[in-house]
């Protein structure tokens, strides 16, 4: 180390080398050309303004930017580290976005998303699943029906619903009892007041009949109804 540091032609070299290097590996990510970047060549006129519609209504519905990358080239092994990269360099991780990125390796196509913080923390794993619905399409190079699908996904989301807060001192409204449940109710009601009047309310005269028992039944004891105003009894 210290002949090292005692020759700086070779420091400088080695320094040098360092920052060709990761030049090199920065210069392998491809820099956004809006929300959209077909360097693949996957899209047609048509197929683009697809996309940038989706793109908008998605923001407009959800709060999320969708980020798309199509691409030939990759300067790192697999398709996550690029989407990763990417996702990194583009700056997407301080806003609630996401970033699908097509990666075509001789004659194949792969796909993956990410997502950023906040929307995880919004929408779950919605990365990988994004993934899974997109991953047949991917596999069968339907790169275009791929992205649309892409938007479907997101078009299934429902943006989550605040409660609204209860107003202090607010009387909270009674549940409405089911049609079947109330008729039920109307109907037994109906029938212990019929069975009231016929057993308590004297047929002559309309007053309320006396209970009382009485030994004179065949088996035991009974009950007599008996009216003080007009003298009709019953026994049961």
């Not at 090292?4 to 590996?25: D, E, Q, R, W």
């Not at 990510?29 to 809006?34: E, L």
Request: aromatic share 6%; proline share 6%; charged share 20%.
């Amino acid at each position: 180390m210290r002949t090292l540091l005692s020759h700086p032609l070779p420091l400088f070299g080695l320094i040098l080398a360092v920052l060709s290097t990761s030049c090199s590996a920065a210069d392998g990510i491809p820099r956004p050309i809006g929300l959209l970047s077909d360097y693949g060549a996957v899209l047609d006129h048509s197929g683009r303004e697809a996309i940038n519609a989706r793109t908008e209504q998605t923001e407009r519905t959800l709060g999320i930017k969708v980020y798309i990358l199509a691409s030939w080239e990759s300067p790192l092994p697999d398709v996550e580290s690029f989407a990763n990269a990417v996702f990194s360099a583009w700056g997407l991780g301080s806003s609630r976005s996401l970033l699908a990125v097509f990666l075509r390796t001789r004659g194949d196509w792969s796909a993956s998303v990410v997502a950023s913080a906040s929307t995880r923390s919004q929408y779950g794993a919605i990365a990988d699943s994004l993934e899974r619905r997109i991953a047949d399409l991917v596999l069968h190079k339907r790169v275009e029906e791929a992205m649309l699908a892409l938007f479907d996904g997101l078009d299934e989301i429902k943006r989550p619903v605040k409660e609204t807060p209860a107003r202090v001192g607010a009387t909270p409204r009674p549940r409405a009892l089911p049609p079947a449940v109330s008729v039920v109710l109307v109907v037994a009601a109906t029938a212990a007041l019929v069975l009231l009047i016929h057993r308590r309310i004297c047929p002559r005269c309309g007053s309320i009949l006396r209970a009382g028992r009485s030994t004179g039944f065949p088996g035991g004891r009974g009950t007599v109804y008996s009216c003080r105003r007009c003298g009709f009894r019953r026994q049961r």
